[in-house]
């Protein structure tokens, strides 16, 4: 159970906080072999290279193995960044137990969870940018077809200001011989992108008004 649990889990003697054991979601987590991490505290100088944060770390251990000890409770870590072999960055939160004279410690990886909401929003900002900067009149229109964002560029050109145009629709500013044609189109429009993307609730829809 230990070997192939999916969550990586150390084994640590309380006595002296020497590492016993870790197991192979572990290593794929962090790349260390165990051989690497058994002398001394191999595993606080590698993971957390920066000399204060380790003593700071130590001290919290040392805590926490205590208020375990005494409680029963789980000790539970902020969420820490934690140095892998190749160097690169690890984004975990642990938990720790103590069971004896062994203290047992799992780390949740929320690396890729974390990259990808960074990632995001990069592009948010990217877009939020595009949108703002746009020489042509945007607007998002929220699912009942209303006006839910505009960019200032549409506000110039219709003549309104942003908080004006919040919740009017295209219909408002079409002109009247248009209109059949301009919602049919926005029509089309809605359903080629309502099932390509399902899972949203606003539907994108540029304005490019003479």
């Not at 987590?29 to 991490?37: C, M, P, R």
């Not at 900067?133 to 006006?147: E, H, N, R």
Request: aromatic share 8%; proline share 3%.
């Amino acid at each position: 159970i230990f070997d192939f649990s999916p969550a990586a889990i150390q084994l640590h003697a309380i006595a002296d906080g020497h590492l016993l054991s870790i197991n192979r979601a572990h290593e794929s987590t962090f790349g260390y072999h165990q051989d690497e991490l058994l002398q001394g505290d191999a595993w606080f100088d590698l993971a957390y290279p920066d000399a204060v944060i380790r003593g700071a770390v130590r001290r919290k251990w040392l805590h926490d193995i205590e208020r375990c000890r005494s409680t029963g409770i789980i000790s539970h870590s902020p969420e820490l960044t934690l140095r892998a072999k190749d160097g690169s960055p690890r984004i975990v939160r642990g938990a720790m137990s103590v069971a004896g004279e062994v203290a047992i410690v799992s780390w949740i990886d929320l690396t890729q969870m974390r990259n990808q909401e960074a990632a995001l929003r990069k592009s948010e900002s990217r877009f939020l940018a595009t949108f703002e900067q746009a020489a042509v009149g945007i607007a998002l229109l929220d699912p009942s077809g209303a006006f839910s964002s505009v960019n200032g560029r549409l506000c110039e050109i219709l003549g309104f200001e942003r908080d004006a145009l919040i919740g009017r629709k295209f219909q408002d500013f079409t002109h009247a011989e248009d209109l059949p044609k301009d919602l049919e189109a926005m029509q089309s429009r809605s359903e080629e992108h309502t099932s390509e993307l399902q899972s949203h609730h606003d539907l994108v829809c540029r304005l490019l008004l003479e």
